[in-house]
C-alpha cells in the first residue's frame, strides 16, 4: 500500500508563506495524480490543489487560485504545496492525496484520493 507523508506545516503570520511536501513510499505508474486537501473542525475536507504525476495539468480550488502553487518531482516522489499571501482563513489540517490505477487529476479533485497522509497542520494568525 501506497504511504503519504506530509511535512512543513506550521505558524506563519497573514500575508506570509509556507511550503508543504508529501513524499509517497513508491514510485508507481498507476499512481497519475496528487494532491492536497484540508479541513477544519465541523467542515468536510475540501480541495485544495490537484497535479497529474507527469505535471499535467494543473487544478486549484477558487479560494487558493493566484496564491498557491503544486509542483511534483517524479523522481523523488514528492509533491509540493508553495502557499503564498496567506489568509487566516487558510487555517486547516492539510492532507497529501494520491489516486490508484486508473484514475487521473479531474477524478482525484472531485471524488478524492485513493491513498491519503496523516495530514500537517497550517495555522495563520492575523
Known amino acids: 500500500q501506497v504511504q503519504l507523508v506530509e511535512s512543513g506545516g506550521g505558524l506563519v503570520q497573514a500575508g506570509g508563506s509556507l511550503r508543504l511536501s508529501c513524499v509517497a513510499s513508491?514510485?508507481?505508474?498507476?499512481?497519475?495524480?496528487m494532491g492536497w486537501f484540508r479541513q477544519t473542525p465541523g467542515k468536510e475536507r475540501e480541495f485544495v490543489a490537484a497535479?497529474?504525476?507527469?505535471?499535467?495539468?494543473?487544478y486549484y480550488a477558487d479560494s487558493v487560485k493566484g496564491r498557491f502553487t503544486i509542483s511534483a518531482n517524479n523522481f523523488k516522489n514528492t509533491v509540493y504545496l508553495q502557499m503564498n499571501s496567506l489568509k487566516p482563513e487558510d487555517t486547516a489540517v492539510y492532507y497529501c492525496?494520491?489516486?490508484?490505477?486508473?484514475?487521473?487529476?479531474?477524478?482525484?479533485?472531485?471524488?478524492?484520493?485513493?491513498?491519503w497522509g496523516q495530514g500537517t497542520q497550517v495555522t495563520v494568525s492575523s
Open positions: 497535479i497529474g504525476w507527469s505535471g499535467v495539468p494543473t
Open positions: 513508491e514510485r508507481t505508474v498507476s499512481n497519475y495524480a
Open positions: 492525496a494520491a489516486t490508484g490505477s486508473g484514475r487521473g487529476t479531474q477524478s482525484l479533485l472531485l471524488r478524492g484520493g485513493d491513498y
